[in-house]
């Protein structure tokens, strides 16, 4: 039977390190300051970033809330970004996708500076995380790092597969295991014989958005399973796309959907700032 990978007791024992490191650091300055700014009335967006304020306070960090109205235009936002950029006390600046269609989303990561783009969305940062020189790493997969490295598995020279190539999860994802000398290989909706492939990993990366997608017999047994699905059923009920119960039978080490790992999202975004304090 596998054992459960608990994001939350990970992402928790990570936050009271930060909270720590924060509170030393206050002693001698400031502490890490992010801004977060929501445009519009989107309400599950409105749940983030009310959590992200939450998070903010408990490590400590100083924080700033922009809720802008719907109408705000991209110029408007972009004078904000400018500001922020500039702002001594912000190190992290973050702004909560998605935006209304006539903001340009792209031009608008542009516009954060690179060394305050605690999402590390930017070109400049996506840049670095292929050369692997990068500070600022994606907090999903940077998450997905924390738990691997929880269940004390050694990435070294281990099969690594990773389903989904999206630029948010899939692809950052396959260059950390790469970085981390992962032998890797990324499939997606065009892999021939994915189960073929999926079968030898050691690792596993389950991120397509497909509940139940990735099954029992497509397991290596032993292998490490990370599932990154978040997938609502007909009942609105939270679903992976790892069918979770035939998978314990086969992994050694498995996340849940929920508490794997979605808990570890919010506390990579605290890591970012606080590592971006350290680059200001
Ligand atoms: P995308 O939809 O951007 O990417 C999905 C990927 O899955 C694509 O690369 C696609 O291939 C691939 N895919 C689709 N069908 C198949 C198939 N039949 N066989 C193999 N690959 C396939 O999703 P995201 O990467 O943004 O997110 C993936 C999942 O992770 C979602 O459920 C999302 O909600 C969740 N998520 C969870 C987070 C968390 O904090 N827990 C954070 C971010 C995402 P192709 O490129 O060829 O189309």
Request: net charge negative.
């Amino acid at each position: 039977m596998a054992q459960i990978i608990d994001g939350k007791l990970v992402s928790a024992r990570l936050r009271e390190e930060i909270r720590h490191e924060v509170e030393k650091m206050k002693e001698h300055g400031r502490a890490p300051g992010l801004a977060v700014i929501l445009v519009g009335e989107d309400p599950a967006s409105q749940v983030y970033v009310k959590n992200k304020e939450k998070a903010c306070a408990e490590v400590g960090f100083y924080s700033e809330k922009y809720l802008l109205p719907e109408t705000t235009s991209e110029h408007e936002l972009i004078a904000l970004i400018n500001k922020l950029n500039a702002n001594t006390d912000i190190d992290g600046i973050l702004v909560q996708s998605p935006v209304p269609k006539h903001i340009d989303y792209k031009k608008i990561v542009d516009t954060i500076d690179p060394s305050k783009d605690v999402d590390a969305f930017s070109p400049v940062n996506v840049g670095r995380i292929m050369l692997g020189t990068y500070s600022l790493a994606p907090c999903t997969p940077a998450g997905i790092m924390e738990l691997i490295a929880s269940t004390g598995t050694d990435i070294s020279g281990k099969n690594c597969v990773v389903v989904g190539r999206s630029n948010i999860v899939g692809k950052p994802m396959a260059m950390l295991l790469l970085h981390a000398d992962g032998t890797v290989t990324v499939c997606h909706s065009k892999t021939k014989n994915l189960k073929e492939i999926t079968s030898n990993a050691d690792i596993l990366v389950a991120a397509v958005g497909k509940a139940g997608f990735i099954t029992a017999d497509m397991i290596k047994p032993g292998a490490v399973v990370i599932d990154v699905g978040m997938n609502r059923d007909e009942n609105g009920k939270l679903t992976g796309d790892v069918d979770f119960d035939g998978a314990c039978n086969v992994a050694s080490f498995i996340t849940p959907v929920p508490g794997g790992v979605g808990p570890m999202t919010i506390t990579m975004l605290l890591k970012n700032t606080l590592t971006s304090r350290k680059l200001h």
